[in-house]
């Protein structure tokens, strides 16, 4: 896709970057951006993230309820959804679970050769991204389904209590 937008936009127009911790100016997407292509720095200390990570067992409630809703829950009203993930990213932020590192390299090799690709053509590196997946767990740890359990009936209380009020 890169080498026909390059073909039709020219390749000096293609600016190719890796989003990726250590890669961006103070490891901020929205900060990189600003610098590299409005040479602007955007102060937005007051915005607050939108996307915050759950620690596993914000994972685990998540992924319950979820699945407690079912198929046929696609059609429901998302507000009580959308109340629980703010709920978690207030109670249970922190580093998620990450798939084995099995799963993950066997995730990334479809990718592999049109990464490497890439990389040569727009980056003048042979590899796009780091290729060692150490930090990767060799097994799953255990699913603590008390501690979901523990903030889904927190979660409920929370709700009854803002209901009745």
């Given at each position: 896709l890169l080498l026909r937008w390059a073909q039709a936009f020219g390749a000096d127009n293609i600016n190719v970057r890796i989003y990726q911790t250590g890669h961006l100016v103070n490891d901020d997407i929205v900060e990189d951006f600003c610098h590299r292509e409005l040479g602007a720095r955007l102060d937005y200390s007051?915005?607050?993230p939108s996307n915050t990570s759950l620690s596993a067992a914000g994972q685990l409630a998540l992924k319950l309820f979820?699945?407690?809703l079912g198929a046929d829950g696609q059609?429901?009203?998302h507000k009580p959804r959308r109340a629980l993930s703010q709920f978690l990213a207030q109670h249970a932020?922190?580093?998620g679970l990450k798939p084995t590192r099995e799963a993950a390299m066997a995730f990334y090799a479809p990718f592999r050769v049109s990464n490497a690709r890439l990389?040569?053509?727009f980056m003048g590196q042979i590899?796009?991204?780091?290729e060692n997946f150490d930090d990767?767990?060799?097994s799953m740890p255990a699913e603590d389904v008390d501690a979901a359990a523990t903030l889904l009936k927190d979660f409920f209380v929370s709700q009854q209590a803002r209901n009745s009020a």
């Open positions: 007051a915005v607050t979820n699945t407690a059609g429901l009203d932020p922190g580093p990389a040569a053509a590899t796009l991204f780091n990767y767990p060799l």
